[in-house]
Nanobody
Framework: QVQLGESGGGLVQAGGSLRLSCVSS????????MGWFRQAPGKQRELVAS???????LYTDSVKGRFTISRTYGKNTVYLQMDNLKPEDTAVYYC?????????????WGQGTQVTVSS
């Protein structure tokens, strides 16, 4: 059974930095796409950043220039370096891995890690 586990969340002042990590277990293959989503209270879950198996990255506009996503391919690990954090970045951050294997789609989620940015 594939599991994703996030770490690195916490409380930080505006302008500070955090580095989120997501480690996977139970997978026998490399994930196609890995990414980070977030959900703030009363809001829908949104994509923050994603990175493909080929290294192509995608960021939501509000984090461009402040967040950097990276991954370690052999270990199916993904990171999110968050700099110049703003109070509006406060949310639960979820790790995601998705793609297709043998023509069957997969979509795995972590349990989430809280990020709180104080003003």
């Amino acid at each position: 059974q594939v599991q994703l586990g996030e770490s690195g969340g916490g409380l930080v002042q505006a302008g500070g930095s955090l580095r989120l990590s997501c480690v996977s277990s139970g997978s026998r293959f490399q994930f196609d796409d890995m990414g980070w989503f977030r959900q703030a209270p009363g809001k829908q879950r949104e994509l923050v950043a994603s990175i493909s198996v080929g290294g192509m990255t995608l960021y939501t506009d509000s984090v461009k220039g402040r967040f950097t996503i990276s991954r370690t391919y052999g270990k199916n690990t993904v990171y999110l370096q968050m700099d110049n954090l703003k109070p509006e970045d406060t949310a639960v951050y979820y790790c995601n891995a998705k793609g297709q294997k043998y023509a069957r789609p997969y979509d795995y989620w972590g349990q989430g890690t809280q990020v709180t940015v104080s003003s």
